[in-house]
């Protein structure tokens, strides 16, 4: 199986899953341009387009590219998401025949309140809910609703590819470590990232053990963000993370 990251839009991106007989599944096409050049490029079928959520920059592509090849479209039950024909929720399983595919969904509200992720084969699709040493805006969601989210996405296994839907991970690490400075990890990931980037290259997928080791959303329980946070639970703390991560603007080098 061959996992690629297809950049779309201004920073997202769309992940292609394909087999050696040339089956393919695509989670969140944005747009569809992308897709159909990989597609023809390595004349593979579409079969199954997997959805996180409703926003256009995650669904925009998606049914033109049902409509051109007879994918099946899964996306979580929301009327935003007004042709998708197969719909799931928290602990369905998702079986594909070509490419042969299981994915556990995961419901994880917080961004969005139908935001799902799909877990399977070592990978994690998460769309906007948790992102390489950041996680989304909750647009539609609470502090403990989003918190308790990444807690179960925290909980995957340490090797886990972390497949999230934006290209974001330099400048969350620049906001990271502001708050966790001394934190050698976050240091690495974020010299890795800036090599990655400079090359062109996707920073993406990242493992979720790293992501324990860097992501200050997954570590408001640490001693470093403890004494750098105001509040006095973790959610509280939590809440405060996202609030200064919101009005975050990194200094001018
Ligand atoms: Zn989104
Ligand atoms: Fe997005």
């Not at 079969?47 to 899964?74: C, Q, W």
């Not at 969005?112 to 390489?132: E, I, K, N, P, Q």
Request: hydrophobic share 45%; proline share 6%.
């Amino acid at each position: 199986m061959r996992l690629t990251a297809l950049p779309a839009l201004a920073d997202n991106y769309i992940w292609l899953l394909a087999d050696a007989a040339g089956a393919a599944v695509v989670v969140d096409p944005g747009d569809a341009a992308p897709v159909r050049a990989a597609l023809a490029r390595d004349s593979l079928r579409l079969r199954a387009i997997l959805l996180t959520h409703h926003h256009p920059d995650h669904i925009g592509g998606a049914f033109e590219l049902a409509d051109e090849s007879g994918a099946a479209i899964y996306a979580p039950a929301d009327e935003r998401i007004a042709a998708a024909n197969l719909r799931v929720g928290d602990g369905d399983r998702v079986r594909l025949d070509e490419p042969a595919l299981t994915f556990e969904v995961i419901a994880i509200p917080g961004h969005t309140r139908s935001h799902v992720a799909y877990y399977g084969h070592g990978l994690l699709f998460c769309g906007d809910t948790l992102f390489s040493v950041g996680c989304g805006r909750m647009f539609e969601g609470t502090p403990e609703q989003m918190l308790s989210s990444l807690d179960r996405l925290a909980a995957l296994p340490g090797d886990t590819r972390v497949c999230c839907g934006h290209e974001y991970t330099v400048a969350n690490c620049a906001f990271a470590r502001t708050l966790d400075p001394r934190n050698a990890a976050l240091q690495a990931r974020d010299a890795a990232a800036a090599t990655l980037r400079d090359r062109g290259e996707p920073t993406l997928p990242a493992t979720l053990a790293d992501e324990r080791a860097c992501n200050p959303f997954l570590r408001v329980d640490s001693a470093a963000l403890v004494a750098a946070l105001d509040g006095a639970d973790r959610v509280a703390r939590f809440a405060d993370l996202r609030r200064r991560k919101d009005v975050f603007r990194a200094p001018l080098a």
